[in-house]
């Protein structure tokens, strides 16, 4: 059973950063593609950014891109996403999660296991 917890949230002020982890443990981590979801409140869970098994290719939702970087390392079994210039609309519960499956992985249900997830709030 693969476990997730991620930790570095918190109350950031309008263009201040943050660093996000997620440790993973139960499984070996490079057989996962890694991703970040958020869900803001009323709002369905979206999708924030993946990284590849290999950590090669990284994707990322439009309204990030330039703004967040994803990462993995497979010494520490922890994948991170940087989170630079951040706005009122950050703000959500982030989570972490992985899957074993293959293609297009910006949908919730084609993850496996979940993080519990780690609240950004972003003041103006």
């Known amino acids: 059973q693969v476990q997730l917890v991620e930790s570095g949230g918190g109350l950031v002020q309008a263009g201040g950063s943050l660093r996000l982890s997620c440790q993973f443990s139960?499984?070996?981590?490079?057989?996962?593609?890694m991703g970040w979801f958020r869900q803001a409140p009323g709002k369905e869970r979206e999708f924030v950014a993946r990284i590849s098994r290999s950590g090669a290719c990284t994707y990322y939702t439009d309204s990030v891109k330039g703004r967040f970087t994803i990462s993995r390392d497979s010494a520490k079994n922890t994948v991170y996403v940087q989170m630079n210039s951040l706005t009122p609309e950050d703000t959500a519960v982030y989570y972490c999660a992985a899957s074993l499956e293959y293609g297009d992985l910006t949908t919730p249900g084609r993850y496996d296991y979940w993080g519990q997830g780690t609240q950004v709030t972003v003041s103006s």
């Open positions: 139960g499984r070996t981590f490079n057989d996962y593609v």
